[in-house]
C-alpha cells in the first residue's frame, strides 16, 4: 500500500512538473493527457491522451496547433503556447470527426465525398464500420451538431 502511495505521489509530481498548465489532450479535446504521451513543438512539450494521437499530431503539427488553440473551451487546450509565434495556418471549416465529436480531424486525415464536400474523420476504420453503415442518418446527426459546417454554404 506504501508503495501504490508514492507512486501515486511521483505520478502526481511528475504530471505537475511537466505537464504545467495543460490537462487536456489537443486531439481528443475532453480526453486527460498521458505525460508519458509527449511530443515537442516550438521548444514546449505538448501532451497527448495516447499514442494515436501523437501520430495524429506528428502528421500536422502546425495545424493541430492553430485547430486545438481554435476550440472554444472554458480551459485553453494548449496553454503553454500563449505568447507563441505559431505559422500562419488555414483551418477547414469542419474541425471535428461526425463521429468522435470531441476529436479534430486535419487535411490529412481519412475523408470521404459526400453531396461533393469532403467529410473528414478520424480513423480510417470509423468510416468503414460505422459511417458506412448509415451515411444519410449519420450525415443528420452530425449536421444536427454542428459538426460539418462545410454544408452550411
Given at each position: ?6 507512486l ?31 511530443v515537442?513543438?516550438q ?40 505568447g ?6 488555414k483551418?477547414?471549416?469542419q ?6 465529436e ?40 452530425a ?11
Amino acid at each position: 500500500m506504501k508503495l501504490l502511495l508514492t507512486l501515486f505521489l511521483v505520478a502526481t509530481l511528475v504530471f505537475s512538473l511537466h505537464a504545467g498548465e495543460q490537462t487536456l489532450c489537443p486531439i481528443m479535446v475532453t480526453d486527460e493527457i498521458d505525460v508519458e504521451e509527449v511530443v515537442e513543438y516550438q521548444g514546449k512539450e505538448i501532451y497527448m491522451c495516447c499514442g494515436g494521437c501523437v501520430k495524429v499530431w506528428n502528421k500536422n503539427p502546425d495545424y493541430y496547433a492553430a485547430a486545438a488553440i481554435a476550440v472554444k473551451s472554458d480551459q485553453p487546450l494548449l496553454p503553454q503556447l500563449d505568447g507563441v509565434e505559431l505559422p500562419e495556418v488555414k483551418l477547414l471549416k469542419q474541425r471535428f470527426c461526425p463521429l468522435r465529436e470531441d476529436t479534430l480531424v486535419g487535411p490529412e486525415s481519412p475523408f470521404i465525398e459526400y453531396e461533393g464536400k469532403k467529410i473528414y474523420f478520424y480513423k480510417e476504420r470509423d468510416i468503414e464500420r460505422k459511417w458506412s453503415k448509415d451515411p444519410e442518418g449519420l450525415f443528420k446527426e452530425a449536421r444536427e451538431a454542428g459538426l460539418l459546417p462545410q454544408f452550411d454554404d
